[in-house]
């Protein structure tokens, strides 16, 4: 990130991620990121403002929810606080978009392995950085068919 002095100038949201302190971009990116709510509000909405990337909303509300609500990840990896132990009764709770069948089976979950007493979520969600990189890659193999499934056949003349 880089310095920006300070005047009127009221960036977009997503222009936070990289103008101001460090500390400045690191609240600005978790305060989008910390719900679906927010996240919908301040970044995805921007994708149905151009028709050219209406399709990249779902795309980038499915990569967060794999990397941050994943259900297959114990409630205490999902989300984005700051490890705290005031806030060690708190933890996300499986979004309800999430499907039943995206669930993980008799509550084993991918980070089950972690220190039952980390409350770091970004470091419990490390434990399983494997399991999350392949749902996000499914994801974008899922957006990409989507996207060849909208391209016209090609007209031969």
């Known amino acids: 990130a880089h310095e920006r002095p300070d005047n009127d100038f009221d960036p977009p949201d997503i222009e936070k991620w990289r103008i101001g302190t460090d500390k400045a971009v690191a609240k600005a990116k978790r305060n989008h ?3 679906v709510t927010n996240f919908t509000s301040n970044i995805a909405k921007r994708f149905i403002k151009n028709p050219s990337y209406v399709h990249l ?14 259900p297959k990840v114990s409630a205490k990896g999902r989300g984005t606080l ?5 806030l060690f009764d708190y933890f996300s709770p499986v979004p309800e978009s999430v ?9 084993s979950y991918w980070d089950d392995g972690c220190d039952e007493n980390e409350l770091d979520q970004f470091k419990r ?3 399983c950085a494997g ?3 392949d749902a996000l890659l ?8 989507a996207a060849c499934e909208r ?7």
């Open 33 to 35: 990121m910390d719900s």
């Open 57 to 70: 909303k779902k795309l980038v509300v499915d990569l967060r929810q794999k990397l941050f609500d994943n």
């Open 82 to 86: 700051e490890a705290d132990e005031d």
């Open 99 to 107: 499907n039943s069948s995206e669930l993980p089976e008799k509550e």
């Open 125 to 127: 969600r490390a434990t």
């Open 131 to 133: 399991e999350i990189s």
């Open 138 to 145: 499914e994801a974008i193999k899922v957006a990409r068919e």
């Open 151 to 157: 391209i016209p056949p090609s007209v031969e003349a």
